[in-house]
């Protein structure tokens, strides 16, 4: 994964409240076969950007010229409610979003967006709504600074949090597996001493071949 220190890129807001995985990614749209992320961005929001005749619709704010290429969202509480579809996740970040900011996310949505690179960053609710105040005429860029968990827009500054080991993985670019490795030799020695204190608990080695 790519790390995420500062950010510096258009910002849309979306000023609603439980914005789910169905809104985010359509489930019918996960027939589909694809290789992830690869092939989601489409899809994005797609019923609320797109009418019943399947045109754009100009009154949603990523849909707005001034906002193409937002690489942050900003939105109101618990974005990324309901189910736990990845799709989301994976149609955000092939759209080339790299932050959601909100109150509150869903819980398995934060998991899979750190995950896949994807910060789920949390403003206090009154700090939202000045954001999105902020943000609402559309093509307005915001700075972004995880080591400081901090943003700017307009020269105004805002705090947010972030759980401090998905902060350390999004700084360096990890995934699980590599935060496990930075506890590489804590494990080998305490598995020499399991193996000193526990002889009969090891596994038996491997016949050498003759």
Known sequence: MTPIVRLQ????????????????????????????????????????????????????????????????IAARRNFGSGSSREAAVYALVDAGVCCVLAPSHGDIFAANAVNNGLLPARVDEHDMEVLLSLLAPGGVRMSLDLQACSLTVEERSFGFTVDPVWRTRLLNG???????RRYAEDIAAWCRHDRELRPWAQLPSEPTAA
């Open 174 to 180: 990890w995934d699980e597996i590599d935060m496990t």
């Open 9 to 72: 890129a258009i910002a849309c807001a979306l000023p609603q409240i439980n914005i789910d995985t169905d809104q985010v990614f359509p489930a019918r749209f996960m027939k589909e076969a694809r290789t992830p992320p690869s092939g989601y961005a489409p899809y994005l929001f797609h019923d609320l950007r797109r009418g019943s005749d399947g045109e754009l619709r100009g009154d949603f704010p990523l849909n707005a010229p001034t906002n193409q290429g937002a690489g942050i």
